[in-house]
């Protein structure tokens, strides 16, 4: 069958890699896709916030299956325009309602959602510009540090941890009034702190059943030894030695289960990926937040352990039969590296050539910000380039990430060079 994979990161990258090995694929097609998608299928300029022109092309091009990578799509209802619209109302759509989408387009929501249905997550209080003085009093009540999140989508960006309550304070009025994450930031979640080690927990479901896909540890900060600024991500590591099976078996009964009982009880469509953050406080898992697709750069580690057919799983998702299938999940370690451009997640230079990538054949490779001009591949955005490296032993596979890393070149280059260290202990 005729597949469309909507996205132009390196998660879109590594799902595309991983569809066109399907034999369950005909045409790949990816809208707009990057430098690296290109060698997967066939890249599309089409405005993926353009639903109408998606629709159109799903018809014009047979496609059968449509498979959405990021959140933007998703909390913009595009499931239910497809699925409602008389050309394409036949076409698996992989991607939850805009209503399940709520759980990553609004913390509120998320939030109130996991009190209803008991799911275990730091307490909280969300404000807006009329409640700013209630905010600062509820500040006043937690002990530091102080967690104050962007209500709505802010790119992985709309999270802000200060150590001292007048930094705190400043912070909340800077995102309620002087809107530094834009329309994102008009309600602003405020919950207490969490002391313990974060991991990314992915999980398929077509609504009523669920599997559960490798888990990885993210790296967020920009800078080593986790300083810095929140990024996008800047690597990852696949599995996570700490969640072992009796932290993993809390999380199916008191996380994942009751998630999907919920979705079902409020009769939420949801045929798509659940991406829960969790945080291991002393041995038991706190859900921190909701994203209602794969994770990026975690999609980069996981999927090349993935040795199951990728489009069959999909295709029991969209059909409601995934009790049917069991993934085969690959034991070794994944360790992916983000190569990014220098000043991110701040202001960065864009076009700058990249070198040597094509001389690595021990890594995979999965471009993100990344764009192909006739042979010449250059940079266009934060997150350039994600190099993975699969080995039984995990100070094998971080060698083998660092190692290539160093190897590709583009002007101002960065990446972390910790990725993976602190789980060596």
């Given at each position: 069958?005729?597949i ?33 998608t ?88 969300s404000?807006?510009?009329e ?27 709309g ?11 400043d912070?909340?009025?800077n ?9 994102a ?29 490798p ?12 300083t ?26 008191r ?12 009769g939420?469509?949801?045929e ?82 990249m ?19 006739g ?51």
């Amino acid at each position: 069958m005729n597949i469309l994979l909507l996205g132009s990161g390196g998660r879109e990258h590594a799902l595309a890699w991983k569809i066109d090995k399907s034999p369950l694929c005909s045409k790949l097609f990816i809208a707009p896709g990057n430098a690296g998608t290109q060698f997967c299928g066939t890249n599309v300029k089409i405005d993926i916030a353009d639903f109408d022109a998606i629709a159109a092309f799903v018809e014009k091009n047979s496609v059968k299956m449509v498979v959405v990578g990021p959140e933007d799509p998703l909390v913009n209802g595009i499931t239910d325009f497809l699925s409602n619209h008389e050309k394409t109302k036949d076409v698996m759509v992989i991607g939850p309602s805009a209503e399940g989408a709520r759980l990553e387009g609004s913390k509120e929501f998320a939030k109130e959602f996991m009190q209803r249905y008991k799911i275990p997550t730091a307490a909280y209080k969300s404000f807006s510009i009329e409640t700013f003085e209630e905010g600062v009093d509820f500040l006043e009540t937690l002990k530091p540090p102080y967690v104050l999140k962007a209500d709505g989508l802010a790119a992985g960006k709309g999270v802000v941890i200060v150590n001292s309550l007048d930094g705190a304070i400043d912070a909340l009025k800077n995102m309620l009034k002087g809107k530094a994450f834009g329309k994102a930031s008009e309600k602003v979640v405020i919950e207490e702190f969490l002391q313990g080690i974060e991991l990314s927990v992915f999980v398929a479901t077509d609504g009523k059943s669920w599997v559960l896909l490798p888990e990885a540890k993210d790296y967020k900060r920009i800078g080593e030894g986790d300083t810095g600024p929140n990024t996008g991500g800047m690597g990852a590591v696949s599995p996570v030695p700490f969640a072992d099976t009796v932290f993993m078996e809390k999380v199916k009964t008191r996380v994942i289960q009751p998630t999907i009982d919920g979705l079902q009880k409020e009769g939420i469509r949801y045929e798509g990926f659940v991406f829960l953050g969790l945080m291991n406080v002393a041995g038991e898992p706190y859900v921190i937040e909701y994203n209602v697709r794969m994770g990026d750069p975690e999609t980069e580690a996981v999927i090349p352990r993935l040795n199951s057919d990728l489009v069959e799983m999909l295709q029991h998702m969209a059909k409601g039969t995934l009790e049917q299938y069991i993934p085969e999940v690959c034991p070794e370690f994944a360790v992916t590296v983000m190569l990014v451009s220098g000043g991110y997640p701040g202001a960065y230079e864009k076009g700058l050539e990249m070198v040597r990538w094509d001389s690595i054949n021990d890594s995979y490779l999965f471009f993100a910000g990344a764009t192909s001009d006739g042979d010449t591949i250059k940079t266009s955005g934060g997150r350039v380039l994600a190099i993975t490296s699969m080995h039984s032993q995990m100070d094998k596979a971080i060698a083998m990430s660092m190692h290539n890393a160093e190897k590709v070149q583009f002007q101002h280059k960065f990446y972390r060079k910790d990725i993976g260290k602190d789980l060596q202990n």
